[in-house]
T-cell receptor, first 114, second 113 residues
Framework: GAVVSQHPSRVICKSGTSVKIECRSL??????MFWYRQFPKKSLMLMAT?????????EQGVEKDKFLINHASLTLSTLTVTSAHPEDSSFYIC??????????FGPGTRLTVT | DQQVKQNSPSLSVQEGRISILNCDYT??????FLWYKKYPAEGPTFLIS?????DKNEDGRFTVFLNKSAKHLSLHIVPSQPGDSAVYFC????????????FGQGTRLTINP
C-alpha cells in the first residue's frame, strides 16, 4: 500500500512564531502533493497543490506568503505557517499522488496557536 | 460555491442494515468520484471510487452508484457494522490521476448495535 506520514502529529506554538509541517510519501514517489485544512466539523478545504520542483499553486483566498509550501523531492513536501496566529489553529492534512493517480492521505497535524 | 454537497450531516443505522450516504455535485466537468472514511484527528482513508463511464462500482460491502444525469452519487454499505461508524466524505475531480479533489461537507454515520 501507499503510506504517507506527517510530522509532527500535533504542535502548539506561540502567536507570531512559524511552524513547519512535513509530509512524506514513504514507499512511492509523489509527483504531486496537496495540502488541506479542516476546521472542526467541516469539510477538507484544499489550500494548495505542489508539484515536485516547481512552485505551488494556491487556491483562491489562501495567502501564499503565509503558508509557504516547498516540494523539494518526490517524497517530501513541507508546509510552513509563518507568523502564526490563533485563527491559523486547525487540522492540516496532506495527500500525495502518483502520476497514475490515487490520493493517499497523511494522518494530519493538529496545530494550536496560543 | 459548494460544488460537492452532502446534505445529510448525520445518519444513524442499525447494525446489519444498509447504510446509504448521498452526495450531489454541480460541476459537470467532474468525471471521477471517490468516497473516503475519516475518524477524528486522522487523515481520510480511501474506500471506493467510480469514473463517469460507469454507473456502479462494487468492492465487498461497499457499492457506489453514479447517476450522471442527476449529478448524484451514493455509497451503500451492507451489512453495516459498528466499525463503520465514522465521517464519510465524497470527493470529485475532473480527471482520474493526480488532480485536486473537491470534498463534500461529510456525513457522520453512526451504526447502532
Amino acid at each position: 500500500g501507499a503510506v504517507v506520514s506527517q510530522h509532527p502529529s500535533r504542535v502548539i506554538c506561540k502567536s507570531g512564531t512559524s511552524v513547519k509541517i512535513e509530509c512524506r510519501s514513504l514507499d512511492f514517489q509523489a509527483t504531486t502533493m496537496f495540502w488541506y485544512r479542516q476546521f472542526p466539523k467541516k469539510s477538507l478545504m484544499l489550500m494548495a497543490t505542489s508539484n515536485e520542483g516547481s512552485k505551488a499553486t494556491y487556491e483562491q483566498g489562501v495567502e501564499k506568503d503565509k503558508f509557504l509550501i516547498n516540494h523539494a523531492s518526490l517524497t517530501l513536501s513541507t508546509l510552513t505557517v509563518t507568523s502564526a496566529h490563533p485563527e491559523d489553529s486547525s487540522f492540516y492534512i496532506c495527500s500525495a499522488s502518483r502520476t497514475s493517480g490515487g490520493h493517499y492521505f497523511g494522518p494530519g497535524t493538529r496545530l494550536t496557536v496560543t | 460555491d459548494q460544488q460537492v454537497k452532502q446534505n445529510s450531516p448525520s445518519l444513524s443505522v442499525q447494525e446489519g442494515r444498509i447504510s446509504i450516504l448521498n452526495c450531489d455535485y454541480t460541476n459537470s466537468m467532474f468525471d471521477y468520484f471517490l468516497w473516503y472514511k475519516k475518524y477524528p484527528a486522522e487523515g481520510p482513508t480511501f474506500l471506493i471510487s467510480i469514473s463517469s463511464i460507469k454507473d456502479k462500482n462494487e468492492d465487498g460491502r461497499f457499492t457506489v452508484f453514479l447517476n450522471k444525469s442527476a449529478k448524484h452519487l451514493s455509497l451503500h454499505i451492507v451489512p453495516s457494522q459498528p466499525g463503520d461508524s465514522a465521517v464519510y466524505f465524497c470527493a470529485a475531480s475532473q480527471f482520474q490521476g493526480a488532480q485536486k479533489l473537491v470534498f463534500g461537507q461529510g456525513t457522520r454515520l453512526t451504526i447502532n448495535p
